[in-house]
């Protein structure tokens, strides 16, 4: 059996926390917490719940600066300040000249480390195009192209890679410059880790805006897509595909939306 957990025979105070919380019966607690089957998958939560710390997760030794303590009773965000901020957000596709550098980028990553991922697989992978943006387009296009006729946005993208004169803006990158993608074995982990780090960049004065058309390559011929990603396992889909920057335009109020549907039964 393959021993995942670190457990602290001296520091364990037998308290059957990390027992109660392990949803793969892994642990079980008598004179203190021992590791029974080699069924773990890594999600951590004998550890973060273990009042004595005496748990710790073998693969991530050499990890301790990012185990932080924290206080569970405080939350950090007020309902109140999180809703203004979900009101604030617009989609965003004038931006200005200044480009986000790496350094803001990997505080917006910080977002997606801490997301949840389906079995904890933790796989999502992100991608930020910007010197090869426009190599990259040229390549969605190629793909997409098959649509045009359903699409007046393709058609009118093809127009703009034969002469960019005819258009005041990219057809579907609009003012943008810079591109997340992310990827991933499963959607859902994938849209998760993208919305994470939407959210985080507005908390910076961030904007940007989904695209629908990019990840249409995905779809239409995945393969020929992933030949562009070779650092990406090919078996992982393109599922997000946010254009990021500085906003340029400023909304200045909420607007009318249709009411959500809610059906409790
Ligand atoms: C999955 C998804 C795909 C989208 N695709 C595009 C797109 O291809 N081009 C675009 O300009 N906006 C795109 N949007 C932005 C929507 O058009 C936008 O959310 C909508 O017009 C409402 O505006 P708001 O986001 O400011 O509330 C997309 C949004 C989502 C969630």
Redesign the pocket.
Known sequence: MVLKLSIDEELCTACKLCQQVCIRDNIIVEDFAVETESNCFECGHCMAVCKAGAITLKSFEGHEDRISEYNSREIPVDYDDLLQLLKQ?????WFKNKKVDKETFDKLFEGAYYSPSAQNSQDVEFVVLDEKLDEFMELVYDIIKVQEDEFF?IKEFGDYLKDPSTKEFHP?L?GGKQLILTFSNDKTSAVIANTRIELLAYSLGLGG???????KADEIDHDRLMEFFPEIDSSKHMY??F?IGYPKVR?RRT?P?KEINVIYK
């Open positions: 957000r617009r989609s965003v596709r946005r579907l609009w805006f989904y695209s629908l058309f990019i990840l997000s595909s254009i909304f607007i939306h």
